[in-house]
């Protein structure tokens, strides 16, 4: 395969890297590359929205990695699927809409990152979001990232009016004044179906002659001559090809596979690095550590009524009906999301935010992949927002098509235990409630006999799991174990920059692909202003 030569390659069409190529495509004197190690984005259950349950475990747009023995889980593997196709994530995510906390990105910015408080990236969320309820302070209409409302549903009624009257406020915009409360989610949906950055950014920009988009095409090195980055390596079928760069290497392959492929590039912990032949040209320490991710357990529940979508699911009729309403209207059961509603709530009364959130769905699996419960089922689960515990991403081999060690360390941390201990506390406090009562025969899981701390601890150790919002594994800082500056290039090596949730210096506290995604747009705004300042 000949070499290319282009100003920008970017690694990885995901969430970050769609959004990347769209926006420095815009410049039509730009040549960009965006190379993508899966392929397109033509499953059909990408775009239907409850076909996440289709994609969750799907090796052809799935990596569906699986993480390392973790001791504080008992020693279980937990199943991490990460997006393999254009959309990376967003298109087999569970599309919904949170931005985190005010405070969150004011804490980025008094940890050393100038231009990174809230009133800094406010500007970047309201630029990529095209909000259905229209503009506002906190909210854009303009952008390539539809928001929409969600349904309706008379379970998540019942659980909102039931946190209500348990004193919990209600909130109809988490990404607006205040997180606190409880509501509804807003989605990434656009008239019911999902609005990935690959549909969103990526499609309309890939009609313009600047912008090349490569699938099946797995990065196997970034190119350095010294401590500068010269473009990149990829393997596509038995071929291998280069993209040699004029600018910069823009490395967007998430909170996994950047990493990964930094310390494949020789960019790393040295002495981690030489146990596998790599050459250090850079010794830089950070790389892989700092791992942060949600963790959550599960409260499982009969329902008293065949409302829910496992009815559905289980039942031709019910599945032939289904199918009808969304491909006549758009509407019914396949446009929902994955959680419908949650409530953002503080653990203990002191705190000045949340630190917990406890979502609800109308249906209940063993595991996503097993497919739903025969019986009518209804889903809670809690996780903390601000985990204390760190883990580490390492290599396994020199073989770019291996995936890495992924070392979570869930609930290493006491806090971390305490607190979600209290979040299921609390999911029961509003289950007993009486307004959702009428709909719950039985707790299925951990079921009546738990009741203490210690039980639900020993409960969320043996039937918890990730929330899939790994981040922070080249976190943004200034310190020795900070991997790149508050412009996003990686200390000490010039020409490049990774652009991804891995970046964040802590954890987002929800869901993570809208503050990714509102990385990428700030990125681009930096990349193009030292553009301006070069020319």
């Known amino acids: 395969m000949e070499s290319i030569e282009a100003d920008f390659v970017v690694i990885g069409a995901g969430s ?4 990347m190529a769209a926006r420095l495509s815009e410049d ?22 409850l076909g996440f349950g289709k994609t969750f475990a799907d090796p052809s747009v799935n990596w569906c990695y699986e993480a390392e023995a973790d001791p504080g889980i008992g020693n279980r593997r937990i199943f991490w699927p990460r997006g393999k196709v254009l959309g990376g994530s967003s298109s087999i995510n569970g599309m919904v809409y949170i931005r985190g906390q005010k405070e969150d990105f004011d804490h980025w910015r008094q940890l050393g990152n100038a231009g990174w408080s809230f009133d800094d990236v406010l500007p970047y969320f309201r ?6 309820r229209g503009a506002d302070t906190y909210h854009g209409s303009d952008g390539p990232l539809c928001v929409s409302d969600v349904s309706a549903d008379p379970i998540c009624e019942a659980f909102i009016d039931a946190a209500v009257e348990c004193g919990i406020p209600r909130n109809d915009d988490f990404n607006g004044a205040t997180q606190e409360g409880v509501g509804y989610h807003q989605t990434t949906t656009r008239r019911g179906r999902r609005c990935s950055t690959a549909v969103g950014y990526l499609r309309p920009a890939m009609q313009r002659p600047n912008l090349r988009v490569i699938t099946h095409a797995l990065t196997e090195r970034i190119l350095l001559e010294g401590t500068r980055a010269t473009g990149v390596r990829f393997r596509r079928g038995d071929e291998t090809g280069t993209v040699r760069v004029t600018r910069e290497v823009i490395l967007c392959g998430g909170a996994v596979n950047s990493p990964q492929l930094l310390m494949l590039s020789g960019i790393g912990p040295g002495a981690h ?11 830089l320490p950070g790389v892989g550590q700092c791992l942060q991710d949600h963790y959550s357990a599960p409260i499982k529940l009969r329902c008293r009524l065949p409302i829910t979508v496992n009815d559905v699911v289980n039942s031709p009729v019910g599945r032939m009906k289904a199918g009808l309403q969304y491909y006549l209207f758009s509407t019914g059961e396949l446009t929902m999301a994955t959680s419908p509603a ?17 979502s609800i769905s109308p ?12 019986w009518s089922g209804i889903t809670m689960i809690a996780y903390q927002l601000r985990p204390e515990s760190r883990g580490e991403i390492r290599l396994k081999s020199a073989n770019p098509a291996d995936p890495p060690a992924m070392h979570p360390n869930y609930l290493s941390a006491e806090l971390d235990q305490r607190t979600l201990v209290a979040g299921l506390q609390l999911c029961r406090r509003v289950l007993a409630n009486p307004r959702i009562q009428k709909f719950i025969e039985s707790e299925y899981i951990p079921g009546p006999s738990v009741r203490t701390d210690d039980e639900m601890l020993d409960h969320a150790r043996r039937m918890g799991g990730t929330v899939f919002h790994p981040t922070s594994t080249c976190r943004m800082g200034n310190d020795r174990m900070a991997v790149v500056d508050a412009s996003l290039q990686v200390h000490g090596i010039d020409g490049l920059r990774v652009v991804d949730a891995s970046i964040m210096p802590t954890v987002a506290s929800g869901n993570t692909n809208a503050p990714t995604i509102m990385i990428a747009e700030k990125a681009a705004d930096m990349i193009r202003q030292d553009v301006r300042l070069a020319a």
């Open 363 to 374: 249906f209940s699996a063993d595991r996503p992949q097993d497919g739903l419960h025969k």
């Open 127 to 132: 630029r990529a979001e095209h909000q259905t």
């Open 28 to 49: 039509p004197a730009a040549r960009v590359v965006l190379l993508e190690a899966g392929g397109e984005d033509t499953n059909r259950w990408i775009h239907i929205p």
């Open 342 to 358: 949650a409530m953002f709530v503080r653990t203990r009364p002191e705190l000045a935010s949340p630190d917990m959130k406890c």
């Open 16 to 19: 970050a890297g769609c959004v």
């Open 273 to 283: 690095l030489a146990e596998y032949g790599i050459e250090t040209v850079h010794d």
